[in-house]
């Protein structure tokens, strides 16, 4: 190697090849999760399960746990949102029902079955097809 191609991969190369590692989106299937507790991620799979909470939690709302690829009895993963009016749970469950999502934050365990909380909708993409097309948000 000549010492202007050393150079230049040292200097444009590497920090390239770092930024682009750095900022590649990792998609996790729910059994994988488990494994990158403390982590960022984005766990992805199925909506088939879930519940809103009786109890507020103050301005914030009403917290609506959703369950991925099993039921809350044989939980593999859950990711939780909040809304505001309770009475809207009906819509929100039937808008994830049994779509493939993939849920971006870090992750974190709730009694045994790893969990992200989702504060801004952005870090929820539905998909709409086998192509993963996305469109964001609830």
Not at 31 to 48: D, F, L, Y
Not at 81 to 92: E, H, N
Not at 101 to 123: A, F, R, W, Y
């Amino acid at each position: 190697m000549a010492a202007k191609e050393f150079v230049w991969l040292v200097l444009f190369g590497i920090p390239i090849l770092l930024y682009s590692q750095a900022n590649t989106k990792r998609e996790l299937s729910t059994t994988e999760a488990k494994e990158h507790v403390g982590e960022s991620a984005t766990v992805c799979g199925k909506v088939v399960d879930a519940k809103i909470s009786r109890y507020s939690t103050g301005q914030s709302g009403y917290p609506i746990t959703f369950f991925l690829d099993g039921p809350e009895a044989t939980r593999t993963f859950s990711f939780a949102t909040l809304t505001r009016d309770p009475a809207k749970f009906g819509q929100i469950k039937e808008a994830y029902d049994g779509k493939r999502v993939c849920v971006t934050g870090k992750i974190m365990m709730l009694g045994n079955i790893p969990h992200i909380d989702v504060m801004q909708p952005s870090q929820i993409e539905m998909q709409h097809d086998e192509k993963n097309s996305a469109v964001r948000g609830h």
